[in-house]
């Protein structure tokens, strides 16, 4: 493949690929950096301060490499001093999906003739607790507290010991 040095041609390699630019000088296109999940897909956390110049070659480069490796679901975390490149990641097929008060989240589901199963954001807490009746089923003891503990996206809920305690000498 020729190319003068008025055009700019795309020339794919295996991690990344070649752009011929002005003059026809040859400049790399890197993957952005990605972690996968257990699930078929990919996380990206923009740590690196990047230009939409040189980042929306990378996105585009990086979507279309995940997809011929069959990844489902794209994760982009931009903290908030990454803020400029929302609009161009929305641009590339992605949408919200929660904010917190130093970055954001933004999903794409990539499989085309598969239905999105990327998880909603969750939108409260679920609290547990624990309560005492007496003989005459009044409450005696109340203990509210909510879980503290997360495993795997799941909620594991210890019950404090101090509780434990507290509930046996109630009952006796």
Known sequence: MSTSSSE?????????????????????????????????GVTVVMSEHMEIADFVPRLRHSISKWKEQGKRGLWMKLPINQSHLVDSVVKEGFRFHHAESDYVMLVRWLPEDEPDTLPINASHRVGIGAFVLNGNKEVKILFPFLPFSTMDGGVETHVPKWLVKQVLISCT
């Open 8 to 40: 700019s041609v795309m020339v794919p390699t295996m991690a990344n690929e070649d752009r011929h630019v002005d003059g026809g000088v040859k400049e790399e296109i890197k993957l952005l950096n990605a972690t996968e999940d257990w699930f078929g």
